[in-house]
């Protein structure tokens, strides 16, 4: 059994985590901005961006000065941006390339997905999740794009999951080290509902296995690697014990310590890091009206946390 004698409505993996966040900070050296501005929207996570008009080519040192703050604050808000399709999609491919969805709509350009909720299609995003990580090479990260905005509601939310991974208690810590977990499409998505009716159809849907603990890629910050939408068990356990871990996990991702909200306004982009955060789309503007154009960036193959000497 999980021992967790945190007092009720004040955890102590909270207290744990406020006290070793800065001598466990991965992040950029916190070098002032010459080309952009930078304000941090929390002390952890999330940064609104300034001082840049993305409809623009971008000059080397502006480039080099975003890619920091992205490595340093995980998800980079910029309002007033109003660009067209072909403009999002340019600024998107400056980091990696870009991934093609057939099954939704397009804003006219392939790698520009529309979204669009409204009382006829509500919406369905308000679970925490980081996305595709049932696939193999999981995306980099996506650029979201603010084209109409309900008058009230549609927030969404974001949690640092390096921050997670440090608030964790040491024998937690331990206990996962080494440990994989499966990620697989949800079933109460309707494709993989439909998909996973007949043994042929199944081999469409993707199902990947996963570091619990991953290393990210460019800064080496460990980062606790499940999510409640795509992450079904952890493998080599019993069912019960791998049920009753991943909801201690899960429940990392709820403390309000670790999480940065943006408000939407027409011509706001969100840029998040999909390898080290998960974020929720809050579903509180039925029955009105949001659309919402995004790009995919994609990744690569999550690799393991190094055993701590």
């Given at each position: 059994m999980?021992?967790?004698?945190?007092?009720?409505?004040r955890?102590?993996?909270?207290?744990?985590?406020?006290?070793?966040?800065?001598p466990?900070?991965?992040?950029?050296?916190?070098?002032?901005?010459?080309?952009?501005?930078?304000?941090?929207?929390?002390?952890?996570?999330?940064?609104d961006?300034?001082g840049?008009d993305?409809?623009?080519?971008?000059?080397?040192?502006?480039?080099?000065?975003?890619?920091?703050a992205?490595?340093?604050?995980?998800?980079?808000?910029?309002?007033?941006?109003?660009?067209?399709?072909?403009?999002?999609?340019?600024?998107?491919?400056?980091?990696?390339?870009?991934?093609?969805?057939?099954?939704?709509?397009?804003?006219?350009?392939?790698?520009?997905?529309?979204l669009?909720?409204?009382?006829?299609?509500?919406?369905?995003?308000?679970?925490?999740?980081?996305?595709?990580?049932?696939?193999?090479?999981?995306?980099?990260?996506?650029?979201?794009r603010?084209?109409?905005?309900?008058d009230?509601?549609?927030?969404?939310?974001?949690?640092?999951?390096?921050?997670?991974?440090?608030?964790?208690?040491?024998?937690?810590?331990?206990?996962?080290?080494?440990?994989?977990?499966?990620?697989?499409?949800?079933?109460?998505?309707?494709?993989?509902a439909?998909?996973?009716?007949?043994?042929?159809?199944?081999?469409?849907?993707?199902?990947?296995?996963?570091?619990?603990?991953r290393?990210?890629?460019?800064?080496?910050?460990?980062?606790?690697?499940?999510?409640?939408?795509?992450?079904?068990?952890?493998?080599?356990l019993?069912?019960?014990e791998?049920?009753?871990?991943?909801?201690f996990?899960?429940?990392?991702?709820?403390?309000?310590?670790?999480?940065?909200?943006?408000r939407?306004?027409a011509?706001?982009?969100?840029?998040?890091?999909?390898?080290?955060?998960?974020?929720?789309?809050?579903?509180?503007?039925?029955?009105?009206?949001?659309v919402?154009?995004?790009?995919?960036?994609?990744?690569?193959?999550?690799?393991?946390?190094?055993?701590?000497?």
């Open positions: 999980i021992e967790n004698s945190a007092p009720q409505g955890p102590e993996s909270v207290h744990v985590q406020r006290s070793r966040l800065e466990r900070d991965y992040r950029a050296s916190r070098q002032s901005y010459e080309h952009i501005e930078v304000r941090p929207c929390s002390a952890v996570i999330g940064a961006v300034g840049v993305l409809s623009r080519p971008l000059g080397a040192l502006v480039l080099a000065e975003l890619k920091r992205f490595l340093e604050w995980k998800v980079l808000f910029f309002r007033d941006q109003n660009l067209t399709p072909r403009q999002h999609a340019d600024f998107a491919s400056l980091w990696g390339g870009l991934y093609v969805n057939p099954q939704l709509p397009n804003a006219g350009l392939d790698e520009v997905a529309r669009i909720h409204d009382a006829a299609d509500p919406g369905n995003e308000n679970m925490w999740h980081s996305d595709a990580s049932h696939w193999e090479k999981p995306p980099l990260g996506s650029i979201l603010a084209v109409e905005v309900p009230l509601g549609g927030d969404t939310m974001w949690a640092d999951m390096a921050a997670a991974y440090d608030g964790l208690p040491p024998d937690i810590k331990d206990r996962l080290v080494g440990l994989t977990a499966v990620h697989e499409p949800p079933a109460h998505d309707a494709l993989s439909a998909l996973r009716r007949s043994k042929a159809a199944r081999a469409r849907l993707k199902f990947a296995e996963h570091p619990v603990l290393e990210h890629p460019e800064t080496g910050q460990g980062v606790l690697y499940v999510n409640p939408v795509f992450t079904s068990h952890i493998c080599g019993p069912r019960s791998s049920d009753e871990l991943l909801e996990l899960f429940r990392q991702v709820t403390y309000p310590e670790y999480q940065v909200r943006f939407w306004r011509g706001s982009i969100a840029f998040w890091d999909n390898r080290a955060t998960l974020h929720y789309g809050v579903n509180d503007y039925f029955p009105r009206r949001r919402l154009e995004r790009t995919t960036v994609l990744g690569d193959r999550p690799q393991p946390l190094p055993a701590q000497e």
